[in-house]
């Protein structure tokens, strides 16, 4: 489930390396301008979608999507207050 974090990134970098690319390649024509959308879109929803994945898989593999005890992770709990 660490792979998606890591995957994440050079998703996004690499589409603002290819807009670059296409900035150098073909000035600021209507080629830069699509790129500059894809890559605006994938850098908003990159983050979201790597998000739905893990949690997708944590509920395929546990069985729920929800920490609980006894997760092997760090769980915060908040105090009650009276």
């Not at 670059?20 to 983050?47: D, E």
Request: hydrophobic share 45%; aromatic share 6%.
């Amino acid at each position: 489930m660490q792979a998606l974090h890591y995957l994440s990134l050079p998703a996004t970098g690499g589409s603002v390396l290819l807009t670059i690319a296409v900035l150098m390649s073909q000035g600021l024509g209507q080629a830069f301008c699509k790129m500059l959308l894809i890559t605006g879109v994938l850098f908003t929803t990159n983050s979201v979608v790597t998000h739905a994945t893990a949690r997708a898989f944590r509920a395929r593999q546990l069985g729920h999507w929800e920490p609980r005890e006894g997760d092997p992770m760090e769980m915060v709990h908040e105090e009650k207050k009276a």
